[in-house]
């Protein structure tokens, strides 16, 4: 089971931390990203981090300024947003999957657990 938490609103050029907490298994086994959606959009990949390695990859809208990390021992993966736009905003989710291939690792189809989202509002 996944949680996510840490959305809320702030102004462009702010900061938020996006929190996404495993229960009943721990992350280094999974692959875990973050998509986002934005109102009428489709679900967008964001970043990924691999379980196995700690490998790192993100989307160009986001790199430079987002950054995806783990704390093994509290089994929690992190979305440090800076630098935040207003094209940013949307319900952020964390999903985890084991087995992912790392080449499609931004395919969402390929994610068997998800988070609840929680909702990013960058104000202009």
């Known amino acids: 089971q996944l949680q996510a938490s840490g959305g809320g609103l702030v102004q462009a050029g702010g900061s938020l931390r996006l929190s996404c907490a495993a229960s009943?298994?721990?992350?280094?086994?999974?692959?875990t990203a973050w998509f986002r959606q934005a109102p009428g959009n489709e679900r967008e990949f964001v970043a990924a981090?691999?379980?196995?390695?700690?490998?790192?990859r993100y989307a160009d809208s986001v790199r430079g300024r987002f950054t995806i990390s783990r704390h093994t021992a509290k089994n929690t993966v992190y979305l440090q947003m800076n630098s935040l736009k207003f094209e940013d905003t949307a319900i952020y989710y964390c999903?985890?999957?084991?087995?992912?291939?790392?080449?499609?690792?931004?395919?969402?189809?390929?994610?068997?657990?998800w988070g609840q989202g929680t909702l990013v509002t960058v104000s202009s």
């Open positions: 981090i691999r379980g196995s390695g700690g490998s790192t």
């Open positions: 999903a985890a999957s084991v087995g992912v291939i790392w080449s499609s690792m931004n395919d969402p189809q390929n994610y068997n657990y």
């Open positions: 009943g298994s721990t992350f280094s086994r999974y692959t």
